[in-house]
């Protein structure tokens, strides 16, 4: 199974699985301690994540 990189649900998918990633690390790495300086970026990274999805959303054609 090949990914088409084209569509819009790839990217939907992918920023998913990103965000999922990124807050069982945090949670791993810090134990949930929001005092822990990751905890800075525990939105602001997902966030970033997809802005990033959004931009490259609109340079897509379905």
């Known amino acids: 199974m090949r990914t088409d990189w084209r569509?819009?649900?790839t990217w939907d998918a992918?920023?998913?699985v990103l965000t999922i990633a990124w807050f069982?690390?945090?949670t791993i790495r810090t134990g949930g301690d929001?005092?822990?300086p990751l905890g800075q970026y525990v939105f602001l990274a997902p966030i970033?994540?997809?802005v990033?999805?959004?931009l490259i959303?609109?340079?897509l054609r379905d």
Do not use: D, N, P
């Open 24 to 26: 069982v690390y945090f």
């Open 14 to 16: 992918l920023g998913l």
């Open 57 to 59: 959303k609109t340079r």
């Open 48 to 50: 970033g994540i997809w």
């Open 34 to 36: 929001m005092t822990h």
């Open 7 to 9: 569509r819009k649900k």
């Open 52 to 54: 990033a999805v959004i």
